[in-house]
């Protein structure tokens, strides 16, 4: 199992574009969860999935940001309309749903840069 | 109010010597904890889980909980420079594993 793939690495954007970035979970995780993280902070909670059903969204999430996960496997986050303050880590995560294996893993994170 | 707390540090310790690594949370229902390790521009790495009072050890990491105080803390033994990152402190706030981090301690070991 090579781990929880995320792609692109980077993004630089213009203000006002659209981004989507893709989320691949270890393949046996059923959740899987999206963390945004600004420099000094810890990631934030964004959004997380149970297989394929979106289970909560932060309230600070604005509604230019969406989430899918089709088919319960890979996810992808969209950022429609980015602004400056988009900027930062974009985490993906992935665990089981057995009691007691709900360790969560992290991808190697989307580095947004929103000019 | 913020539900898992750290200080933010740097906490700088000699090379060699025992780092301690504090994080309270307000969650009395919280059952799990979680300690992360991020290097600078990289994602967390999961050091330590601890689900149980007492103390656990995993090579020269001891993690330490105690509920009835809601704190949780992190002794990293024999410090190396390659212990130099910032360790998060985590723990689920609902059914579904959703983690609460803190913000992080950031520890830098001295040559």
């Known amino acids: 199992d090579t781990g929880v793939s995320q792609n692109p690495r980077h993004k630089i954007t213009k203000r006002g574009q659209n981004v989507t970035f893709r989320c691949d979970p270890i393949?046996?995780?059923?959740?899987l969860y999206w963390y945004r993280q600004t420099l000094g902070q810890g990631p934030e909670f964004l959004t997380y999935?149970?297989?394929?059903?979106?289970?909560?969204k932060s309230r600070l999430l604005s509604d230019r940001f969406s989430a899918e996960r089709p088919k319960g496997s890979f996810s992808t986050l969209e950022i429609q309309r980015t602004e400056q303050g988009d900027s930062a880590m974009y985490l993906c995560?992935?665990?089981?749903?057995?009691?007691?294996?709900?360790?969560?893993?992290f991808g190697a994170g989307t580095r947004l840069s929103v000019l | 109010q913020k539900e898992v707390e750290q200080n933010s540090g740097p906490l700088s310790v000699p090379e060699g010597a025992i780092a301690s690594l504090n994080c309270t949370y307000s969650?009395?229902?919280?059952?799990?904890f979680f300690w992360y390790r991020q290097y600078s521009g990289k994602s967390p790495e999961l050091i330590m889980s601890?689900?149980?009072?007492g103390d656990k050890e995993d090579g020269r990491f001891t993690a330490q909980l105690n509920k009835a105080s809601q704190y949780v803390s992190l002794l990293i033994r024999d410090s190396q420079p390659s212990d130099s990152a910032t360790y998060l402190c985590?723990?689920?706030?609902?059914?579904?594993?959703?983690?609460?981090f803190g913000a992080g301690t950031q520890v830098v070991v001295t040559p």
């Open positions: 995560a992935s665990s089981t749903d057995r009691v007691g294996k709900n360790i969560q893993y």
């Open positions: 393949s046996e995780h059923n959740r």
């Open positions: 999935f149970q297989n394929e059903a979106q289970l909560e």
């Open positions: 969650d009395r229902g919280s059952q799990s």
């Open positions: 601890i689900y149980s009072n």
């Open positions: 985590a723990a689920p706030t609902d059914s579904w594993g959703k983690f609460q």
